[in-house]
């Protein structure tokens, strides 16, 4: 297997291609990555080195074909697609960088690869493409209707209608899976948690939407990896597979549960922390209640997730407490400067 990662740079590419190249040490990886804001080179410190000779970076965008058909050719077997602008934040304010990398640019990944007659294209969706539930409704399963309510997911929901169309229309080996949120090692500081840990080190406020009783499933990203590893060895191209953690927590609980967490490990009371929590105004259209239900994935590909969240949470703390330098280069800007000088990018 010679894989194409896009997106390998962030936060869950970065922890799958160290999944990866450490769980087959005989196929190759090409990281095609455009490094933008939360593109960083340091989640693969040192991947190069021990994985000499099998992992090679290319930095560009997958809306580009003259690229991506290079990178194509250069014997790709299968590929998996992390590439994405991926915060709903971010999409509300401007849905125009969402619609270039998450419609245009799948549609330049599916072009190249069904040329290049890649075995197997893996489409790494979301579950927020189904819309939202109620407190009582059942959760989402593969054949929930898709019903997006942000730019974001909204782009995410077309990506996987273009990818279902080349498996339909030309028979290409295309495979989506949607996952619920993720949380672990090296995931951007405006996403919930690593925005929770690290302001409480730096005794800001822990801003959280609303009343804080949006419900989420939480799933630690090393299984999420593991899912996708399954899916690319044993999925059965057409399909689709929901991953989910199955652990909804009301954003409130998680937070309040990860201060504790934290406060247990630094030696300080917890009610120091809580004392930061401000809610603020809830953003537009802010979606309610996630929930996943996974027995496909369960019964057909005999996936289980091995971290629950208390021990996730512990081991999330403990790497944001032992990579400190890491996130405060990201919060203050300083790791765009190489960026900026080596590949021109913002």
């Given at each position: 297997?010679?894989?194409?990662?896009?997106?390998?740079?962030g936060?869950?590419?970065?922890n799958?291609?160290?999944?990866?190249?450490?769980?087959?040490?005989e196929?190759?990886?090409?990281?095609?990555?455009?490094?933008?804001?939360?593109?960083?080179?340091?989640?693969?410190?040192?991947?190069?080195?021990?994985?000499?000779?099998?992992?090679?970076?290319?930095?560009?965008?997958?809306?580009?074909?003259?690229l991506?058909?290079?990178?194509?050719?250069?014997?790709?077997t299968?590929v998996i697609?992390?590439?994405?602008?991926?915060?709903?934040?971010?999409?509300?304010?401007?849905a125009?960088?969402?619609?270039?990398?998450?419609?245009a640019?799948?549609?330049?990944?599916?072009?190249?690869?069904?040329?290049?007659?890649?075995?197997?294209?893996?489409?790494?969706?979301?579950?927020?493409?189904?819309?939202?539930?109620?407190?009582?409704?059942?959760?989402?399963t593969?054949?929930?209707?898709?019903?997006?309510?942000?730019?974001?997911?909204?782009?995410?929901?077309?990506?996987?209608l273009?990818?279902?169309?080349a498996?339909?229309?030309?028979?290409?080996?295309?495979?989506?899976?949607?996952c619920?949120?993720?949380y672990?090692?090296c995931?951007?500081?405006?996403?919930?948690?690593?925005?929770?840990?690290?302001?409480?080190?730096?005794?800001k406020?822990?801003?959280?939407?609303?009343?804080?009783?949006?419900?989420r499933?939480?799933?630690?990203?090393?299984?999420?990896?593991r899912?996708?590893d399954?899916?690319?060895?044993?999925?059965?191209?057409?399909?689709?597979?929901?991953?989910?953690?199955?652990?909804?927590?009301?954003?409130?609980?998680l937070?309040e549960?990860?201060l504790?967490?934290l406060?247990?490990?630094?030696?300080?009371p917890?009610?120091?922390?809580?004392?930061?929590?401000?809610?603020?105004?809830?953003?537009?259209?802010?979606?309610r209640?996630?929930?996943?239900?996974?027995?496909?994935?369960?019964?057909?590909?005999?996936?289980?997730?091995?971290?629950?969240?208390?021990?996730?949470?512990s081991?999330?703390?403990?790497?944001?407490?032992d990579h400190?330098?890491?996130?405060?280069?990201?919060?203050?800007?300083?790791?765009?400067?190489?960026?900026q000088?080596?590949?021109?990018?913002?």
């Open positions: 297997m010679k894989l194409l990662a896009t997106g390998g740079a936060f869950i590419g970065s799958f291609i160290r999944y990866f190249l450490a769980a087959h040490p196929a190759e990886l090409v990281n095609l990555d455009l490094l933008t804001y939360a593109g960083n080179l340091e989640n693969l410190a040192g991947v190069e080195g021990d994985a000499a000779g099998r992992y090679a970076f290319i930095q560009g965008d997958i809306a580009d074909p003259d991506v058909q290079r990178v194509m050719d250069q014997g790709i299968h697609n992390f590439a994405a602008e991926s915060h709903v934040d971010r999409s509300i304010v401007s125009a960088p969402f619609v270039r990398t998450n419609i640019g799948v549609q330049v990944l599916l072009d190249a690869a069904r040329g290049a007659s890649v075995k197997l294209f893996l489409q790494v969706s979301t579950d927020e493409v189904y819309g939202h539930l109620g407190p009582d409704d059942p959760p989402f593969e054949e929930t209707p898709l019903a997006p309510r942000s730019p974001y997911s909204a782009s995410k929901a077309a990506a996987d273009l990818a279902l169309a498996y339909q229309t030309y028979g290409f080996p295309v495979i989506i899976t949607r619920s949120n993720n672990g090692p995931q951007f500081p405006e996403k919930l948690l690593p925005l929770m840990i690290t302001n409480a080190l730096e005794g406020p822990l801003p959280i939407y609303g009343d804080g009783l949006n419900v499933d939480w799933i630690f990203v090393t299984d999420h990896c899912a996708l399954l899916v690319l060895q044993r999925g059965e191209p057409g399909r689709i597979y929901n991953i989910g953690g199955r652990a909804e927590r009301t954003n409130l609980e937070v549960a990860m504790e967490e406060a247990q490990v630094v030696g300080r917890a009610a120091e922390y809580r004392r930061l929590i401000t809610f603020v105004q809830d953003r537009p259209g802010h979606d209640r996630y929930a996943i239900d996974d027995r496909r994935l369960r019964l057909e590909l005999g996936f289980e997730p091995l971290v629950d969240l208390e021990t996730g949470l081991r999330t703390v403990a790497w944001y407490l400190r330098t890491w996130w405060e280069r990201i919060k203050s800007g300083a790791y765009r400067q190489y960026y000088e080596m590949y021109g990018v913002g």
